[in-house]
């Protein structure tokens, strides 16, 4: 334990956490009339540890606590002694010590002198049933990754076995596919009666001849245990995610109904998508400023780069992966639907910025419209596609340099 006399700075009694898997060093600063007096000491992480760590705090009258958010060894900590202080969840690269000289004493100390100074800013924690429908949506999520990385190793082991399913069926887990790939593993290997499933489909009746050429292979008993394998696993992560997606539901529909609705009047945005927004960003948008404070915590309005006086171009910041991967999605499906905003903004963005930046682009305005419509508790509504397109007369001058710069003469003297 150690004790010292530091100035004085603006909050009078503070704690800085340095936040591990086994061990906790706090370090408390308290207003002792004219002098400040500071204490470290180090906790264990298990659920008596904190409360020992809460009792030696409020016997210290500690008002604000302030720690980083490694990983999620911050969350046992913060049900413990979140609601009895005011507790600052700041950002790991906004309270970097400089290099050298490194401990865990000194990194709490550190914490614990900006959190005085008032140089800390909060990370957003959402209330506690926007957590637990995160964690539902967030694994959901993770499940989906298992299954496309389970379908690519199927697709490898046909090929290592010969079988071009996927040359006939542009996708090999439809109805058809699906019945081939349940003969392969019960051990039918024989390629005309495998075909037999392409006549289920008027569509892919035609491609008979080449499916028994695709089919015929050199299936081995290897391949078709892996294979079942693989099936089986697939199957039971389909049942899964449809559980998740019945939790879920039962969350949304006690919770946030009124907001899901609202959120799929935006074209792209469904049942899925409205799920992630909510949950990642919550229904109070109290926690952001303003529409541009959620962007750039999600990771999507363009990043600041000047020197100099002069602007550079500059990426995205990172943000919420899981929030931007979605919006990303969603954008995907807006894009495709004809006559509105979002499809005629795209196709003016594409033309100057390329495919990628205006799906981006795209991506930030559904979340800004998605900030108001939480905000006003009111649905989507389509500006028309006249206004995503660029000025005629910009457009027009644009024109006709392309086609002067083409060697064509042309005369419009009202574009001039």
């Known amino acids: 334990m150690e004790q010292t006399i530091i100035k004085e700075t603006l909050i009078k009694n503070a704690c800085g956490l340095d936040v591990h898997q086994k061990s906790i060093v706090a370090c408390v600063m308290v207003q002792d009339k004219d002098n400040l007096v500071k204490e470290i000491k180090t906790f264990g992480t298990m659920t008596h540890n ?23 060894y911050w969350k046992p900590v913060f049900n413990i002694i979140g609601e009895d202080f005011e507790l600052i969840l700041a950002n790991a690269r906004h309270i970097k010590n400089v290099p050298g000289r490194k401990t865990d004493v000194r990194d709490a100390e550190w914490i614990c002198q900006l959190l005085r100074a008032g140089l800390l800013k909060g990370s957003f924690i959402p209330p506690q049933n926007v957590r637990e429908l995160r964690n539902l949506t967030r694994h959901q999520k993770k499940l989906q990754v298992q299954v496309t990385s389970e379908k690519n190793r199927l697709h490898k082991l046909l090929q290592d076995a010969n079988i071009k399913l996927s040359s006939i069926l542009s996708d090999p887990f439809g109805k058809a596919g699906r019945a081939i790939l349940n003969d392969l593993a019960s051990g039918i290997t024989d390629s005309h009666l495998l075909a037999k499933h392409m006549k289920n489909d008027a569509r892919l009746a035609a491609k008979k001849e080449l499916a028994v050429e695709a089919l015929h292979g050199k299936f081995t008993q290897n391949h078709q245990f892996i294979l079942k394998s693989i099936l089986e696993h697939i199957h039971y992560l389909a049942t899964q995610i449809e559980q998740y997606d019945q939790e879920i539901g039962q969350i949304v529909s006690q919770h946030f109904q009124k907001v899901h609705e609202l959120l799929q009047t935006i074209p792209g945005i469904k049942k899925k998508g409205a799920h992630i927004i909510i949950a990642e960003i919550g229904v109070e948008m109290e926690h952001f400023p303003d529409e541009k404070h959620l962007s750039s915590w999600a990771g999507l309005s363009p990043g600041n780069n000047q020197s100099a006086g002069k602007q550079r171009h500059s990426r995205i910041a990172q943000g919420n992966k899981w929030l931007k991967s979605m919006l990303i999605e969603c954008a995907w499906a807006a894009i495709r639907k004809k006559n509105h905003y979002l499809n005629s903004k795209y196709r003016h963005l594409k033309s100057r910025i390329g495919h990628k930046k205006a799906l981006v682009a795209i991506a930030h305005k559904m979340l800004i419209g998605a900030y108001f419509i939480i905000k006003k508790q009111t649905s989507y509504k389509d500006l028309g596609p006249e206004r995503g397109g660029g000025r005629p007369k910009s457009m027009l001058k644009g024109y006709i340099k392309k086609l002067e710069a083409l060697g064509y003469k042309v005369n419009a003297p009202h574009a001039a």
């Open 50 to 72: 904190l409360e020992q760590l809460k009792e030696w705090m409020q016997a210290h009258s500690i008002t604000h606590v302030a720690m980083e958010s490694t990983g999620v």
